[in-house]
């Protein structure tokens, strides 16, 4: 028989050992996804690194200097055994070392992706928050309609957004918004004819250039949302507390925020999930509307056989999906008290 | 509606209340043409198996039935109140918590498992506009201190905190604590240990008195009828069957099912063989009579003119029998059933697909 | 309940299943058109990636005359850069991309059955490390994995495609079907054909497999949808060489080629595949829908 948890301090706990737990996999995971680049990067055909030190040689170097250069350049080492250079590899990330970035000559791969980020970020967050707040009030109406027309067509609606890829939705808004109906810019950040800055025009014309990247990652990721709202109201709608409200008499608005609550809780594990497919997906929104994020850059690097910026790249947008992940987590931890609580929760 | 703050028990006439299930086959009856008085400041007991409409009949006096279900006939008139069938919209609203307090089953969940109890106590009371929420805070701790728990701690906790037969008593503190005089425990004891069960029984009864309460206790445990209730109304396929003071009919049923019910109960002492089930299934929403008497399917003591004839409904004092053979005496239905099944206690939940679920 | 009461019901259960199995799904078809324009849609892609590459001859004539033309009844949807007819490059270029979706299907299904089996069956230690593995695939991104992988492989055949995809792709299944053998096993499935004896191998053979089909069945078309997503995708992204015919392939010249989103010209070369994209969720969409209906007893009833 359970009695009275004491939430208090045990609570505070059971929520950092989840946090903890959350780190150590997050760890394990980067280590996993370094790994994977380290191997592919010393297994590209042709070995370009050690290309590079035996040219640089060849050109007269002395091969300290040149073992030097090439690692600065690539963040690797070009000699020494598998093992070694693993190792050196590591070092170097664990001093957030990552090199230096080919296509952009001169800056280190760091940089460059810190600049990017925020092309990735910005827009991936407007577009989940723009789609989870619609998808969720959709998704109400559609579980409370639910023997209606309007229902069913919010329902269908939503399993064949649910069902497109990103791509296809992007290029069907790009098709319709930029050729057929040119009223929305084709690709970019903002006009060049703007200084960048605080001012109306260059603010005016980033929200213009931002409009069908976010709209894609909305509708992308809308489907799931309507989907999942409605088949979880219509579960806590059968639930017993909910009628026993309304036998107490409660008033309609309560008894709506007690079910609105109840059903959005499950649909934060769905969040993470959805964070990390869009990061996933901004590599093609962002190839679509030439936009510079990081799923861009990712592309770049290898077409343009800068492999320190791939792994680089590759490795952010891991560390942005882990990040995604925990916070989802412990928002639900918030607001479920059976988690907080750190008993035998559901 | 205004709230009348006297403090005497309500009573209840339900008269010829019917309720329908629309379901693909039309529109079925749940309950049919119940006749059935709660007299004020007594405990009145329902008896019957799953898919008998007892829980339909609980939630009729709230004008509460689910859909598809509704109240397709008859009136419930609760004194101070009116008849409830008429009620609608806020004024409805206003006579649950207010008037009738519901307690739910017990192993089911009745509160919102996201929100600690004492923050849905201050929801119910301004739901009902209550202005001194502190002074309702207070009565609920001391209700629930009363039922034999810490009422501080208990309103600091969520529902996962709380055991089987607090959650219980959490139900009937909610149910009270807006001071409804006239108090609804839907299968109170259902999936509570043995000593839980007698503890919530003895609340029962003793708030009961306490607050000079009318209360309804619907069950499928003739053990708990025969432990809190003053009267005692059986019912079978929507129907009241039978009904009068508890001792009496325990003591010398006059219906055939009453009868079947009370040999269905296995004895602490004595032969276990010689507790017999009722042979047969109690009937489902679709498979109800539409004409005759409910019963006869199963009943031992069957006659041609229950397939046609609605059961006569007879009047003897307090008590009320309907059957046809009611008044041929009780040897003709001590025959032992033919088909001998599972031993249970009580009368049994037999997985049925009625309106139990709805 | 006692096992011998569980089994015979179960079996009972399964055979009456078969026999109505047909009915049923007539009349769940009859019951919603749209389910039938699914199964439609769905043959018709099928007869498209076999048959369809015959009709056309090895290499695609081309009209050096008309390139970029507008639609017209020679050329349904125009024609591409070289004036090739547009129509003709979906049909051909679907074998590659349904082939690489089936491979990839089947590739998901039976690892993530097997896994999601094992681990449900056996739980304990080999169900937490593998859920823990299978937690890590879930999590790193598919997509920019795929991407790096193919700096050092190219995937030129179908077949190698969709077993990069499978070997990428299982993890859902895996956590789905072990979802499912956990809740079947809290049913006393599992316990009671231990009581009759029952070899571990009939167990999951006999009794678990067979009532998790169609689930695994629509997961398998669901995998078949995600594959064909991926690898046009990757091909569109154009960090593949162009090996084959391949909707990705005209996505990509399409866009950075004849600068579909900029010109109305290249538009037709653009809609044609992501037409035959749509179509095909839709087919499968409707088809698992159907499916849906046909073994969730519960959703009939409503």
Known sequence: ?346 | MSVTSDKRAPGVRISDLSVVYRTPAGELPAVRGIDLELVPGTITGVVGESGSGKSTLALSLLNAVQPPGRISAGSVEIDGLGDVVALGGDDLRRARGRHVGYVFQAAQSSLNPLKTVGKQLLDLGRSHDVEDLPGLVKEARSLLDRMGMDGARVLDSHQHELSGGMRQRVGIMLALVLNAHLVVLDEPTTALDMITQATILRIIREVHEERGLTTLVITHDLGVVAEVADRLAVMYGGRVVEQGPTREVLGDPRHPYTRGLLQAIPRLVGDIDEARALPGRPPTLGTIPADGCVFRERCAVRMDVCETGEPPVLTQGPRIVACHAADMGPEAVTEPAKERQTVTAGVGDTPTTGEEQA | MTATTIMPEARTASATLRRNFWRGVWRVMKRKPSRMVGVVIMAGFAFMGIFGPMLYPERLPRDTSALYAAPSWAHPFGTDFEGTDVLALVVTGSRYVLLTGLVTAVITVVLGAGIGLFAGFRRGRWDSVLMRITDMKLTIPGLPLLLVLSTIWKFTSAIEMGLVLGLLGWGGVARAVRAQTLSLRERGFVEAARGLGLSTTHIIGKELLPSMAPYIAMNMLIAVTGAVYAQVGLFFLGVLPFEANNWGVMLNLAVFGGGALTTTAALPYLLAPLLAILLLTLGIVLVVDAMDEIFNPRLREE
């Open chain 1, 1 to 346: 028989m359970t009695l009275i948890g004491v939430p208090g301090r045990s609570g505070v706990i059971a929520v950092a050992r989840r946090l903890a737990g959350h780190l150590a996999r997050g760890l394990v995971m980067i280590l996993v996804v370094t790994t994977i680049s380290f191997l592919i990067i010393r297994n590209i055909p042709g070995d370009p690194m050690a290309a590079k030190y035996e040219k640089l040689v060849e050109q007269g170097m002395s091969p300290e200097a040149a073992q030097q250069a090439v690692n600065v350049l690539y963040g690797f080492m070009p000699t020494g055994s598998m093992w070694e250079q693993y190792l050196d590899y590591m070092k170097g990330l664990a001093r957030l070392d990552l090199g230096q970035s080919l296509t952009v000559p001169g800056t280190g791969v760091s940089t460059v992706l810190m600049s990017a980020a925020k092309w990735t970020l910005i827009p991936v967050l407007a577009g989940t928050l723009l789609s989870f707040l619609v998808g969720i009030i959709l998704g109400v109406y559609a579980a409370i309609k639910r023997q209606g027309k309007l229902g069913d067509l919010l329902a269908i609606s939503g399993s064949l957004l649910h069902g497109v890829p990103q791509y296809v939705l992007a290029l069907l808004l790009g098709a319709i918004f930029t050729t057929l109906i040119p009223i929305l810019p084709a690709g970019g950040t903002a006009d060049i004819m703007f200084e960048p800055g605080f001012n109306a025009g260059y603010i005016g014309s980033l929200v213009q250039h931002a409009t069908l990247p976010v709209v894609t990652y909305a509708l992308a990721s809308y489907g799931g949302w309507i989907l999942a709202m409605k088949s979880s109201v219509v579960t806590v709608l059968g639930d017993d507390f909910i009628l026993a409200a309304e036998l107490r008499g409660m008033k309609r608005s309560i008894i709506f925020r007690y079910i609105a609550r109840n059903a959005i809780l499950p649909l934060f594990t769905i969040l993470a999930l959805s964070l990390g497919l869009l990061f996933g997906g901004a590599i093609f929104i962002e190839r679509i509307f030439n936009y510079p994020g990081l799923g861009l850059m990712l592309i770049d690097s290898i077409t343009g056989r800068d492999y320190a910026l791939m792994g680089g790249a590759f490795l952010l947008i891991t560390v942005a999906i882990i990040i995604a992940n925990i916070a989802a987590d412990l928002l639900y931890t918030v607001i479920d008290p059976r988690v907080r609580s750190g008993g035998e929760a559901a």
